[in-house]
């Protein structure tokens, strides 16, 4: 069961809520021990076999901290490292040694330790690393770090086990520290549902479509089909749609939920699409991943090199900083799999963002001199060329099928020419277009076609509802309030119909999965 | 709250409203349209036709419908495999059941011809499409496994609103009954393709081909142990067929590779035995068996689907075919667990040919006799009753008897079928003078229409099989 599911929509959301807010009247101090069962019992569901594996760890782990926060400075970098080390080993063992190619959730061999990638291990450690490092930089500070309940809490929230957003514990603490101890007014469970409902609305109507148009595309050039211009295009721009729209509404789900029960997750997407240039995108698209990156990974490395790099102080930082941005970003591609197409995609990105950082040096000093800047529509081209390349990248089943898709962007690859297309745009009102091995359906198209509509021009779930005073959340464009906003009522209407429409498709029971949960 | 917001409770009963409308019209148009049976059927049940516009298009892709209408035929050949079998074969429900379903796999199949075998007269012979595929997609098996369809999945789902508005439409067109799929759901292939389905046949080709998972031997051989049970209980003759390549692959040798990979492993698990699973290899790179229909590139809807006239040519090789025992691969009538004992077969003489005669009573020769035990010889003979003149007989060698039932001018049916006695007889008879009706159905009987069942029985037996019929006077079947 995960968030999209029919069951969760129906039965196990609904229910919580109303012993959440049942209790939450009479004891408030509940909301902690209800939040935790509820999460303990959604992951029994969602991957039995790995449940007992993700409480052990994390007692272990507050255990960990506990004795951090009482050790000296020294031996509580010692209980650092060990609880990272630790955490990031058994990360490794599970991603890339137990079973590199397996779904999360699935269990081939039985056995003490069970194999297969716990569902959301990826984004569990990532939290787990922020409560050693957090707590020992705030140590002992008022992070509640002798309260496991409330660690555990943090640690397997159900809504972020699928698929994040990551939460620095920095972040989290004041919030956790105050869950059930202050009363939740009717708007904030407004909100959150409009914007579970968003997200549901993304993830179960526009990606789960959208899948439908890639996948044939990529599995058919997996199974050594030459794919046409046309066909390529499709596949790929279909891809990073419903790459983006998955992750999207499974984050805004987590948002909504969040806020239902007082919690102010963050922010991970921005109408990244949006974005004029590389590093825009990186401020909107999954930013909690990147604000984590940033603060446990850039920075240090960034210190670390311009500390003991030569040179003037420009060009120390200079160093310090394509080094930071190519380490990060390669073991960033490293973290999504052990796949060949993940870590290249990764290498890739560190090396353009050091070219984009060269670029944008050197722009700067052009402009110094008068000269001219890259045009804005040029350099978002350029960005969205590079958007459709990752994500053939990410998609592919290896580095063959990444390249002939790539040639077949360019017409190189198969026969070249549109001839595909059009006859499926003419049939865009029959169910299949191409009605053979690689079925893009009809409707598959026209829901791309909205998508990317949306994508482009619609506001996001920020904006609309305000959120902005979340974590990672951008400055407020045009002097907006911060705080939860209700919006028109016609929100609520298009948001009950979203949850409507959405549950009927769940109920058909041709969900696609979560994307970001395989990583 | 902000003076501009709406109030959070009229709010949120905005958003339980718009929610809850349109789940109750859904469920409303879908209890009323019942496209799943959910109450009584009343607009729709699932039919045995060969392209369902609601089976397939269900989360289990018809996997529930066929083994539903699987259990309900009466046809004496079942016919297994995917959308190459649901189109190649076409196919007349009554006389062959086509249970081909698109993209289908092994599983699907199986459960299809266990249903097929509990039924009273279960098929005599089961043509499986040589399977691509084993394992059920995650998708079907997930319909599967919570027991598709649930009364979420009738009253909600989004496909049986969509055939639910399908249904509404058809009906108050003014026609009760919803056309086939290909009308208003799925447009079928067309007999000539244009230009673009060349380049996706490529991964067709890749798809179609594809050796199976590495587990395929294991699961092979229990789903070999599976189509031997059937055997075992019913007598059917089961041959997997490797379907016809087309003819611009065959120079293909990623696919010659594969489908003799493919050939390998599906003998490797056909057991020993009688009731061995027979393996026909008609897909065209053997020379020595290539079928000269599916070498016509007109015969073909697109370069995975061969269209009737290749399915009609295999119908007719496997026919034809002769098994591990030296059999030919006819209609064969034996009687449940008739492959369990030890039989006489005599070797038949090759002049030897069938012929149909009146046949006056046969008491006891097969079927019950008087004290209604089974004793043997088929579901024709089953309902045989002694003394009950206007029965059929047909002579012939073992194996060229078939299976059918014929009317006599005097509204009575019979059988027609083989003896059991083999050659040292060979009297396929007309199972005698029968009751007809509901009642000769319920025991099994197989309602054809004889004139049917007989042009079908030329058309799809081999030449040296081929049934001859002589007029009777004073028995005609009825046209």
Redesign the interface.
Known sequence: MLTYDARFIALFYPLLLLLFWMAGRRSPGAAVSILLAASAVFYALADTAHAPLIAATTILNFAIGLALTRASDRRAGHWTAAGIVLNVACLAFYKYWSAPGLSPGTTPAAGVIQTGLPLGLSFFILKQISWFSDIRTARPGPLGARDLPRFALYSIFFPQMIAGPVYRFRDAAADYATLGKKPLGLSSLAVGLSVFAVGLAKKLLLADPLGTVASPVFDAVAAGHDPGLAEAWIGAWAYSLQLYFDFSGISDMALGIGLTVGLRLPINFYSPFKARRGSEFFDRWHISLVIFVRTYLFSPILRLVRRHASGTAAVRTMKATATATLVSLTLVGWWHGAKATFVLSGLLAGLGSVALQLAAFRQASTKRRGGARTPSSVSRVLLMLAVIGFGILFRSQDLRAAGEMLLGLAGLSGAAGSTALLPALGQLAGESAFHLATPVPGGGLLVMAAATAIAFGAPNTVQIFRLYDHPGAPQPEGGARTGAHLPHVRWALAAGLFVALALMQAVNGDLQGTIYARF | ??AS??A?????G??????????AA?AGLNLTMDPYGAALGRWYRLRPLIHDDVADRT?DTGTAARVNAAARSRAPVLLLGTSRTQEGFGGDPSHAFNAGQAAGAMADLLRVAEAAAQRPAPPRLYLIEAPTTLDVPS?RA??AA?G?PRL??RL????A?HVSLHLLGHTLGGGAQPRMREDF?????LPHK???????????????F?PGPTPATTFLRAATAQLKRICLSTGARIVVVEPPVHPDVLGDP?AKAVVSARLSVLRRASGSGRCRLDVVDLSGFARQRRLPEALDPANWL?R?HFAPAVGAAVLRRVLAAKDSGGSALGLLKRRAGAALRPRRTAPCPPRARPRLHRARALPGRAGRDGRGRDRGGGPGERSHRPGRPGGLRARGPSGAGALGRLRGADGRTGWLGRSRRQCGNRSASLGGPLGSGPAARGKGAYALPAAEFLTWIRRSSAPGLSVRFRPIADTQPDH
Do not use: N, Y
Request: no cysteine; charged share 30%.
């Open positions: 709250m902000r917001e709406p959070p409770a009229r709010f949120l905005s958003m339980a409203f718009a929610m809850a409308l349109p789940l859904a989360p998708s997930r319909a919570k598709w979420d999945d909600f789902a989004r496909e609103s759901f799925m447009p079928m292939p244009p230009s673009r389905v060349e380049r996706l046949a490529e991964a067709q080709i890749g798809r179609a594809e990623r697109d995975l």
